[in-house]
């Protein structure tokens, strides 16, 4: 989204406003009061360790995988992916956390440069961290699910004393 506005000397892109419509969207659709009390504290934890990692990756390069930004999307993916498991919620807690965590870098450098939220970059690191955080979540889903089908036939194999039977 190229499209832009001055909102009280703060330039905001298109997609900070379509993101912060559609996390708050799924939050008024979610059933449960802790449930969005939950996904609010998950947003502000990854809004958190967007900024931090932005702010130091580059003093500890020995943790950067391919790049900067496949380090920050992978491990806040990872964390999205871990501790929230229905795709819209995490999709959601994805979008608020990153909104918090461009809100908190552009306010720590408005000095040096022009208060800008929701830029291309910041786009393309939504879409990257979006991407690692479905895989990681369907990656932990199938590990799980392997994880009870192996430990279902050892239990059958043991109580019957013999090889399991293909389903």
């Given at each position: 989204?190229?499209?832009?506005t001055d909102?009280?000397?703060?330039?905001?892109?298109?997609?900070?406003?379509?993101?912060?419509?559609?996390s708050?969207?799924?939050?008024?659709?979610?059933?449960?009061?802790?449930?969005?009390?939950?996904?609010?504290?998950?947003?502000?934890?990854?809004?958190?360790?967007?900024?931090?990692?932005?702010?130091?990756?580059?003093?500890?390069?020995?943790?950067?995988?391919?790049?900067?930004?496949?380090?920050?999307?992978?491990?806040?993916?990872?964390?999205?992916?871990?501790?929230?498991?229905?795709?819209?919620?995490?999709?959601?807690?994805?979008?608020?956390?990153?909104?918090?965590?461009?809100?908190?870098?552009?306010?720590?450098?408005?000095?040096?440069?022009?208060?800008?939220?929701?830029?291309?970059?910041?786009?393309?690191?939504?879409?990257?961290?979006?991407?690692?955080?479905?895989?990681?979540?369907?990656?932990?889903?199938?590990?799980?699910?392997?994880?009870?089908?192996?430990?279902?036939?050892?239990?059958?194999?043991?109580?019957?004393?013999?090889?399991?039977?293909?389903?």
């Amino acid at each position: 989204m190229r499209w832009s506005t001055d909102w009280g000397g703060i330039r905001v892109f298109g997609c900070t406003l379509l993101l912060l419509a559609g996390s708050l969207w799924v939050m008024v659709r979610t059933p449960s009061f802790l449930y969005r009390f939950h996904l609010l504290s998950i947003a502000l934890l990854l809004g958190s360790v967007y900024f931090f990692m932005r702010e130091t990756l580059h003093l500890m390069p020995a943790v950067i995988w391919f790049s900067s930004e496949w380090t920050v999307a992978a491990s806040v993916g990872f964390l999205a992916a871990a501790l929230l498991r229905w795709p819209p919620l995490q999709i959601a807690g994805l979008s608020l956390g990153l909104l918090i965590g461009d809100v908190m870098s552009a306010c720590a450098h408005r000095e040096q440069m022009a208060m800008t939220l929701g830029q291309t970059e910041f786009q393309d690191v939504w879409w990257l961290t979006a991407f690692a955080a479905r895989g990681c979540s369907l990656l932990l889903e199938g590990t799980v699910a392997g994880t009870k089908l192996v430990f279902n036939r050892m239990r059958q194999m043991v109580r019957s004393g013999r090889e399991p039977e293909n389903d």
